[in-house]
């Protein structure tokens, strides 16, 4: 209940100044927006959200929104789709992985990956469950001058009308061609990554009312982390054609993606003396990353013959997609809309997993005695190089005398989707009031297959990690067996083997009634089922037989025996909201949502005998809005309750080189307020604010685990979430010069500390980052850019070692451990051509 009040207290207290400045905009002589980039976005239409047949501006709705321009956009450059979303309140994003495989939590559901939001494409979702198993939405997304605009609906009604958004959707709207020739094209050089991009897009009428728009981009980088071989590189084209006639409009698109990313994954960190944490010596925490050239091209084995890991290839994806959608007034008020999208992609995702850190003399010693029992000739061990049999110092290597186990690990998921939503709406009046009601049917088939292997690799702690091997030498030094192999440590200490399908159904209705001018109720239902089919094969241990080394003595490989599931789930969830709108620039609105979030196919391919839950989710909010030429300011005071979340140890043991794992479920809470808000005292000078402050913690997080072999009761409830800031804040400033030729801003970016584990031992330090870019417009149709990101080189951690368990990480008070920073210090330039 104190909870609730807090909320409703800060939502009162925000109302409160959001009148008085409503008040202030009324009566003080209202400043000329500056063009573009902070413009009042108050009458700006919105179509996400809602399945309404009429227009809605953003001040009219009765759930937050955040509206991103393309000008908006081109101002920070994002490189990422969670880059794009470190403008919106409510978000926590971790960026920090690269191009894909990032992680967003909305107002403290505390799942990684998508699994809290969906992302949309013209309204439709670009893969309908976000977050598979290695196969984020990110992945299979990319941002490219074919956007238009932004809009994120957090909370609300989003899980309403779309599958998998319990906490919002983001729904990338692309731009569509006009009357007239148009287009525009971008050239972005960075020389920090060796970054060269381009992208493009044009549109034009062909007659008839056709009209066809054709977009994409190319890049080649090294990266900001440098790997020491091109990290990412590739491109997408996309070509919409579409019509317009009296009663409707017609389009069909096609999109093809090929493309690889590198994934930067966590580094080696210390702590100076005075505890704050810092780059160990010869390895650079702004731009070294584990993986490297002699870790790229490896030929792993297994019981089946080689595999092939090639971490060149990062995040590889091919995906193409075809996608068409209708609208059709059928009568006065009667209309019907039909989206429609096929998808087919392949993703292969290598990376090199850092398992745990350790000094070589403390490595050798834990595996010694084991090495010398195996081979009896021997009378001692010794630490080398892979590639050149060099002797590693094991009292300062590279100044620092540390080893890296890792994990080399190659997934494969090849996924189809069919998706269709239809949806009949109608508006009419009953008198002076209105309704605007719609009718909606989804459906999505998706097919997966999913395969995975690992190999665990011993290397050297520095900017270009090299490979090691501990082998058994006899007394005049002659090798007589080894630990390892080329390098690895153990083959197959990962496996996975699984194929399945899915069938969704959803059916949902939504009503907006339109009390009086000013106040409004709306709300929405859904129901959905989700229908699972497939195999999982098991696994067994196997050796492989080499005699000279015990690295392929525990082989995790498929038994032949593959284990069936076909399980069936659904739910209902609804909301029901009102907007009041007191006066032309100024609302308050009000919102209960109930909503869920199905188990899917995904839940099963590695596992047949899973046993998920369905994730029930409510959230109650309150918001003002307020929209003047003076001053924008939308806040939202929220609660959110998640039911039986599944928090998981997956542990990595250096003893066997494989993992276990822990499975516990618990509940969880996040109160807090979201705000965004722009003044803008002066024609050529503006500030702007998002922030989001917020309680998130374990409500009833209580287990018993083993720890030297006696069960020990642990009680984590009101510890703080995982990885979730209370304070998260993007503050910027900016001027306008010369007539608009010239813009200049930078983003204050500041994040409070945050927990790696449950346990609440093992923190995050807070941090703060400066980002600034500066536009000019040289003439009507070139503009350039300059942008640069962290330029205070902050050494913010974004998450800790998930490897070191997220119960109790095992890191916690360790003097070396692992996490994964933002990327250092750079810089990037661009050109905008537009005609």
């Known amino acids: 209940m104190k909870n609730i009040q807090l909320v409703v ?82 978000f926590w994003v971790e960026a920090s992985g690269g191009e894909g495989s990032g992680n967003v939590r909305a107002r403290g559901i505390p799942v990684d990956g998508f699994g809290s939001i969906n992302l949309l494409e013209d309204g439709l979702p670009v893969q309908h469950d976000p977050s598979l198993g290695y196969l984020n939405a990110d992945q299979a997304f990319r941002m490219d001058e074919s956007i238009d605009h932004i809009e994120v609906v957090r909370g609300g009604p989003s899980s309403v009308f779309e599958p998998n958004a319990p906490g919002g959707v983001v729904n990338f709207i692309t731009k569509r061609a006009g009357d007239t020739l148009s287009g525009n094209a971008r050239l972005l050089y960075g020389p920090t990554a060796d970054l060269y991009r381009f992208d493009g897009w044009v549109g034009a009428p062909l007659g008839g009312g056709w009209k066809l728009g054709i977009g994409g981009f190319y890049r080649n980088e090294q990266g900001v982390r440098d790997p020491g071989y091109t990290g990412n590189k ?22 093809r993606l090929s493309d690889k990313a590198v994934f930067y994954t966590g580094i080696p960190l210390t702590k100076d003396s005075e505890g704050d944490i810092v780059g160990i010596a010869g390895f650079d925490p702004h731009y070294g990353t584990t993986a490297s050239r002699a870790s790229a091209f490896l030929t792993l084995r297994s019981a089946n013959g080689p595999v092939t890991f090639n971490n060149t290839d990062g995040s590889s994806i091919r995906l193409d997609q075809f996608s068409a959608m209708a609208d059709y007034e059928i009568a006065d008020g009667w209309t019907l809309s039909n989206k429609a999208r096929y998808r087919d992609s392949n993703t292969v995702r290598n990376g090199v997993y850092p398992a745990a850190i350790n000094t070589a003399a403390g490595y050798i010693g834990s595996k010694q005695a084991a090495l010398l029992a195996a081979f009896p000739t021997a009378t001692g061990v010794k630490l080398r190089y892979t590639d050149t049999g060099e002797a590693f110092d094991i009292a300062g290597q590279n100044g620092n005398g540390l080893i890296f186990e890792n994990s080399a690990r190659p997934v494969t998921v090849d996924e189809s989707e069919f998706l269709d939503d239809l949806r009949l709406t109608h508006k009419f009046e009953m008198g002076s009031m209105t309704h605007d009601v719609a009718l909606g049917v989804y459906f999505a ?15 050297d702690v520095s900017d270009n990690s ?46 907006e009634w339109q009390v009086t001018p000013q106040l409004r109720i709306d709300g929405g239902i859904r129901y959905e089922s989700v229908t699972a089919k497939g195999s999982q094969e098991n696994s067994k241990t196997v050796n492989l037989g080499d005699a000279t080394t015990l690295a392929d003595d525990n082989v995790l490989t498929g038994s032949g025996v593959f284990v069936p599931f076909d399980r069936h789930f659904d739910h209902v969830g609804y909301t029901i909201g009102a907007d009041w709108q007191f006066s032309r620039s100024a609302g308050v609105f009000a919102r209960y949502t109930s909503t869920f979030r199905l188990p899917s196919v995904g839940s099963f391919i590695t596992s ?18 307020l929209s003047t030429p003076l001053i924008s300011l939308y806040a939202t005071g929220f609660l959110t309750d998640f039911d039986s979340f599944s928090i998981g140890n997956f542990v990595f043991n250096s ?9 516990i479920y618990t509940d969880t809470r996040s109160y807090g307020v979201e705000m965004e808000g722009t003044i803008r005292p002066v024609h050529w000078f503006d500030f702007t604010v998002n922030a989001t402050v917020q309680k998130p913690e374990f409500r009833n997080l209580r287990f018993t685990e083993l720890v030297s072999s006696l069960p020990v009761n642990r009680d984590y409830s009101g510890n703080q979430l995982l990885r979730v800031p209370q304070l998260a804040l993007r503050a910027t400033p900016a001027v306008t010069l010369l007539g608009d ?16 584990d449950a346990a609440n031992t093992s923190k995050l330090p807070a941090y703060t980052v400066l980002n600034a870019s500066v536009r000019f417009n040289l003439t009507k149709q070139i503009t350039l850019w300059a942008y640069g990101d962290n330029l205070n080189n902050s ?41």
């Open 795 to 835: 050494l913010g951690l974004t998450e800790g070692n998930p490897r070191a368990g997220e119960l109790t990480s095992g890191q916690a008070n360790d003097q070396l451990f692992i996490g994964r920073p933002i990327l250092g210090r750079n810089v990037r330039f661009a050109v905008d051509f537009a005609f």
């Open 655 to 663: 003893g066997t080189g494989g993992y276990t794992q822990q499975t």
């Open 445 to 459: 088939h998706i097919d997966e297959t999913f395969r995975r292997y690992s190999a665990t690799t011993l290397q």
């Open 9 to 90: 207290r800060l939502t009162l207290a925000t109302l409160l100044a959001t009148t008085s400045a409503n008040a202030f905009a009324q009566t003080a002589a209202p400043a000329a927006a500056p063009a573009g980039e902070t413009a009042g976005d108050g009458d700006d239409i919105v179509v996400t959200g809602r399945a309404g047949s009429g227009d809605r501006t953003k001040l009219e709705t009765s759930y937050a929104i955040t509206t991103l321009s393309n000008a908006t956009l081109k101002s920070r450059a994002p490189s990422s789709v969670t880059e794009t979303l470190k403008s919106v309140p409510g």
């Open 466 to 511: 090299r490979l090691l091997d501990l082998v058994a030498v006899n007394a005049a030094g002659q090798v007589v067996g080894s630990l390892t192999q080329n390098g690895v440590s153990r083959y197959g200490s990962e496996f996975a083997n699984g194929s399945g399908s899915q069938d969704t159904i959803a059916v949902y209705a939504s009503d």
């Open 608 to 625: 047949a005998t899973a046993q998920p839950v369905t994730q029930n989710i409510r959230m109650a909010e309150a918001g003002v809005k």
């Open 741 to 756: 030729r010239l813009r200049a801003q930078m983003d204050v970016e500041h994040y409070s500390k945050r927990y790696a």
């Open 234 to 255: 590739g491109g997408q084209i996309r070509a919409d054609l579409s019509k317009d006639f009296d009663r409707g409009h017609v389009s069909v698109s096609y999109k």
